[in-house]
């Protein structure tokens, strides 16, 4: 059995009064099977969430980082960096890094590498715009996505990641994924692990981010290859986002 994993992404949200009402929350939440939390909140709130959360069942996460150890890169933070504040978990190619900082696959790929090299766990997001679904190329562009990082790792490396199916296409557009079309883009990923990797396959986390909420969230987990989600804008609410948790354990 694959144990589930909820992912918090808040974006750039929150406030050090969130973090603070985030972890007195979690230090009492009972869940009724295990399941592993992890909270990504902006670079600035780090050291804060590190307090916060300790002693409770939330892990660290970041939101990006750059593939460089160091070096004159204004603005950008490094794996060695994120590491040494405790972060566990860090996101690599969400769909708004892809779109809005124009981040390829490679690049992708470069700070997946970037994490591992320092231990940390990459979750690596994946999916396709409107554009991409209407032509009947959904599965071919997120297939492309996974095996230009998944590809080219070892195996030891792969068994430190996880990957977050986001349909970018539902996203602010009207339209939205049912758990069925969200199940059949999991077993796609699933299915195109095993052809290389087969106990990968069985082992290999796979999240939904596709505006998981709570009142979707025990529907979408009861799904076969949805072993956890990427919360979005229920992560902000704490009250939501203890109930998503409690779904998945």
Known sequence: ???????????????AELIETFG???AGIE???PVDVVIHPPFPYLDAARSAFAGTPLALGAQTLNPLPSGARTGEVSGEMLAEFGVEYVLAGHSERRQLYHESDEQVYERVIAALTVGLKPIL?????LEERDAGQSEDVVLRQVGHVMARLEP??????TIAYEPVWAIG??????????QQMMAAIRGYQASFDSA?????RLLYGGSMNASNARELLAQEDIDGGLIGGAS???????AICQSAG
Request: aromatic residues 6%; hydrophobic residues 35%; charged residues 25%.
């Open 156 to 161: 030891g490396q792969r068994r430190m990641m």
């Open 200 to 204: 990968l396959a069985d082992a290999l």
């Open 31 to 33: 869940l009724s099977s």
């Open 236 to 242: 902000l609410k704490v009250d939501d986002f203890k």
């Open 173 to 182: 557009t009207g339209r939205t994924a049912t758990p069925e079309q969200a």
């Open 24 to 26: 007195r929350t979690f």
């Open 125 to 129: 997001c994946v999916g396709e715009t």
């Open 1 to 15: 059995m694959r144990k589930p994993l909820i992912a918090g992404n808040w974006k750039m949200n929150g406030s």
